[in-house]
C-alpha cells in the first residue's frame, strides 16, 4: 500500500503565500514516486495552485464541500466544483468543523456518499476527545464515527477511502499520540473494516493519523504497522518541515 502523507493548512494562506509554499515544495519534493502527497488549501487557492503542482507528485484536497449538486446554498462549494478546480481529495469531517460548525455523523456521511459518486477520493476524519479518552471510550467513539460515516458505502467504493485518525486533543497543542497509543486506534478501526467489507475490499484502505505530526515524531509513527500515512497541520505550512515528514525514515 502506498502511503499518503496529506497537508491541511486549514484557514492559512492567501492564493501568494500558497504559490510559494508550493514553489519551493515542489523544489524539496522532485523524484518522489512512493509516497502520495496531498495538499488541502483553502478553495481560494485551489485552481490557481494546481497548475503549479501539473508535473509534480503533488494531488489537492478540498477542505470540505457541500454534497447537493448546485443551487441556493450561499457560502458553499460542490464536489464538481471542487473536481473542476483541479481536486481529487477531499477531507470529510475534520474535528474542527464537526466542532465549530456543528457537523453531525449524518452530515459527514451524506458527503462521503456524495464524494464517492462524483469521483472525489474522501479523506474520512474520525478522533476522540480527551474526555473520552479519559473514559476508555476512544475506539467505541471512533468505531461509531467511522461506521456512521461508511453508511451505504459500497464495498466496490471502498478502496477509495481514506481514514484519518485524529485524536482532538492532539490537534494544534504539540502533544501527538504516541506511536503506540496510534496504532491500537489504528488497529481497531482496521478490524472493523474487515468485518464490514472483508479483508479483500479494504486491503488498500488507508488508515493515516494525524494531531501534531511533526518531522521528529513522524519515523516512529510509520514504523507501526496500521499507520498508512499522517494528516499534517501546522508543520505542512513549513515547506522545508512538511518535505522531512514526506520523506520519512520508519525506524
Ligand atoms: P496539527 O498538525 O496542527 O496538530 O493539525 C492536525 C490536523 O488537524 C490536520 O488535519
Known amino acids: 500500500m502506498t502511503p499518503l502523507i496529506a497537508g ?42 494546481s497548475h503549479l503542482v501539473a508535473d509534480s507528485p503533488i494531488k489537492l484536497a478540498g477542505q470540505n464541500f457541500f454534497w447537493e449538486k448546485s443551487g441556493a446554498y450561499t457560502g458553499e462549494v460542490s464536489a464538481e466544483m471542487l473536481l473542476s478546480a483541479g481536486c481529487q481529495y477531499v477531507i470529510i469531517g475534520h474535528s474542527e468543523r464537526r466542532t465549530h460548525f456543528k457537523e453531525s455523523d449524518e452530515e459527514v ?37 467511522l461506521q456512521n ?5 459500497a464495498g466496490s467504493a471502498i478502496r477509495e477511502v481514506t481514514v484519518a485518525y485524529e485524536p482532538v486533543w492532539a490537534i494544534g497543542t504539540g502533544r501527538n499520540a504516541t506511536p503506540e497509543q496510534a496504532e491500537e486506534v489504528h488497529n481497531s478501526l482496521r478490524d472493523l473494516l474487515y468485518e464490514m467489507y472483508g479483508p479483500d475490499a479494504v486491503k488498500d484502505v488507508r488508515i493515516i493519523y494525524g494531531g501534531s505530526v511533526k518531522p521528529d515524531n513522524i519515523d516512529s509513527l510509520m514504523a507501526q504497522p496500521n499507520i498508512d500515512g499522517a494528516l499534517v497541520g501546522g508543520a505542512s505550512l513549513k515547506a522545508e518541515d512538511f518535505a522531512r515528514i514526506v520523506k520519512f525514515q520508519p525506524m
Not at 22 to 28: A, F, P
Open 8 to 49: 491541511n493548512w486549514k484557514m492559512n494562506t492567501t492564493v501568494h503565500q500558497g504559490a510559494e509554499l508550493v514553489i519551493r515544495l515542489r523544489e524539496l519534493l522532485k523524484g518522489i514516486d512512493t509516497v502520495d502527497v496531498v495538499l488541502a488549501p483553502p478553495f481560494t487557492s485551489i485552481h490557481h495552485l
Open 109 to 145: 456521511n451524506r458527503k462521503t456518499l456524495a464524494a464517492l459518486k462524483s469521483g472525489l477520493r474522501p479523506i474520512i476524519c474520525v478522533g476522540e476527545s480527551l474526555e473520552e479518552r479519559e473514559r476508555g471510550k476512544t475506539v467505541k467513539r471512533v468505531s461509531s464515527q
Open 149 to 153: 460515516a461508511l453508511s451505504g458505502v
